[in-house]
């Protein structure tokens, strides 16, 4: 079964900087776009950034030029790199997959979470 955990999560100052890893595994056969999406406390989950196996990435618009996503396909894991923090970035950030396996296209997939909590 497919399975995606994240790490890196943490207390960071405001101003500081922080990285989130995802990693991927069981039997996969693609990955045809790799993301980040975030939950604070009493909002909804929005879209933080989002890559494809290609390279191609895509940002909210309130959050580019902070946060850099990146990918290593051959490791089937990819990374948020986030920095200048705010208070308001305090959320559980999950990463997300769009994964092809055996017998099952295009599913989407989520890990756990990790908390993100930015200090003043």
Do not use: H
């Amino acid at each position: 079964q497919v399975q995606l955990v994240e790490s890196g999560g943490g207390l960071v100052q405001a101003g500081g900087s922080l990285s989130l890893s995802c990693a991927a595994s069981g039997i996969i056969r693609s990955i045809n776009a790799m993301g980040w999406y975030r939950q604070a406390p009493g909002k909804q989950r929005e879209l933080v950034a989002t890559i494809t196996t290609g390279g191609n990435t895509n940002y909210a618009d309130s959050l580019k030029g902070r946060f850099t996503i990146s990918r290593d396909n051959v490791k089937k894991m990819w990374y948020l790199q986030m920095n200048s923090l705010k208070p308001e970035d305090t959320a559980v950030y999950y990463c997300n997959a769009d994964i092809t396996s055996i017998g099952r296209y295009g599913q989407d997939y989520w890990g756990k979470g990790t908390q993100v909590t930015v200090s003043q």
